[in-house]
């Protein structure tokens, strides 16, 4: 092979493209401790709604989980609903976090 710098190239490319891809897809380590700090508090640890929050949906509930799309759970994270306020101070990458942990609440 006269170029192995060329392949030695197009693979590292190629590897961190593949890592920026996963980086940019919301860590559900990262959401656990953004949700522990920002959400727990009227949603529970485990995803169970607190009296304070009233009405809301039980994270952990499987009907809930497969009827609600990513897009409507970064919704009502972004701009808030009924009691819960608006986050519009989180990166885009915590809110991937958090509906990334908010999957694993099952």
């Not at 192995?4 to 980086?23: C, E, K, N, R």
């Not at 304070?52 to 989980?65: F, H, I, R, V, Y």
Request: charged share 25%; net charge positive; proline share 5%.
């Amino acid at each position: 092979m006269k170029r192995p710098w060329l392949v030695i190239g197009v693979l590292t490319l190629a590897a961190s493209a593949s890592f920026a891809a996963d980086a940019g897809a919301g860590s559900a380590e990262a959401g656990k401790a953004l949700y522990t700090k920002k959400c727990a508090m009227c949603h529970g640890a485990d995803g169970v709604a607190k009296p304070t929050a009233k009405g809301s949906a039980n994270l952990n509930d499987p009907e809930w989980q497969k009827a609600t799309t990513d897009e409507a759970i970064s919704d009502v994270i972004v701009h808030g609903k009924n009691k819960m306020p608006k986050s519009a101070t989180l990166k885009p990458e915590e809110v991937r976090s958090l509906i990334a942990y908010v999957r694993t609440l099952k």
